[in-house]
Nanobody, 125 residues
């Protein structure tokens, strides 16, 4: 059973950068998708960027394209989200996600996974 713990959030000025980390523990399998979702205040959780179990990027939200990068280390113990040129609309709670339901076809951006970290807050002014 996979467990996820995010870190690295904070408050930054527009144009700045942050790197979020997600520590992966438990029984993670390479076939599982891994993604970063964001929840803005009063809004639902939506996919920002997703990778497959091999570290290949499979989805990038239009708002994040060209600015956000997802990577997975070789040991598959840490997932990263590099965020550059941050904008106020990037503000929200960021969640590391995975899934055990076996229905995340193509690791796309419209699926709602069932394994979540506790979240880390990102605030851009």
């Amino acid at each position: 059973h996979v467990q996820l713990v995010e870190s690295g959030g904070g408050s930054v000025q527009a144009g700045g950068s942050l790197r979020l980390s997600c520590r992966i523990s438990g029984n993670y399998l390479s076939r599982y998708c891994l993604g970063w979702f964001r929840q803005a205040p009063g809004k639902g959780r939506k996919a920002v960027i997703v990778t497959d179990g091999d570290g290949t990027t499979t989805y990038v939200a239009d708002s994040a394209k060209g600015r956000f990068t997802i990577t997975l280390d070789n040991a598959k113990t840490t997932l990263y989200l590099q965020m550059d040129s941050l904008k106020p609309e990037d503000t929200g709670m960021y969640y590391c996600t995975s899934d055990s339901q076996g229905l995340w076809v193509g690791c796309g951006g419209t699926y709602y996974p069932n394994i979540w970290g506790q979240g880390t807050q990102v605030t851009v002014s």
